[in-house]
């Protein structure tokens, strides 16, 4: 799944779970699912900062520190 599917994925979860009139079980699995999705998003974006940080290694040609902020 890539990012922006998964994006928008999560964003319909959490429109759904903001407006209610949810069962707890149906609730409960919105939830997990947005779990699931937040990972995929997060993991997508962890590749694109280690990528940026290596394209900016070479860059510079020196150690781009990838915690920096961009």
């Known amino acids: 799944m890539g ?3 998964a994006r ?3 964003d319909s979860v959490v429109r759904r779970l903001e407006s209610g009139g949810l069962t707890l079980k149906e609730s ?3 939830w997990e699912r947005g779990e699931e999705l937040a990972r995929v998003c997060e993991q997508w974006l962890e590749g694109a900062r280690a990528k940026l940080a290596v394209a ?4 510079t040609g020196g150690s781009a520190d990838p915690d920096a902020p961009f």
């Open 8 to 10: 928008e994925e999560l």
């Open 56 to 59: 900016m290694e070479e860059k």
């Open 28 to 30: 409960l699995a919105l």
């Open 3 to 5: 990012y922006e599917e």
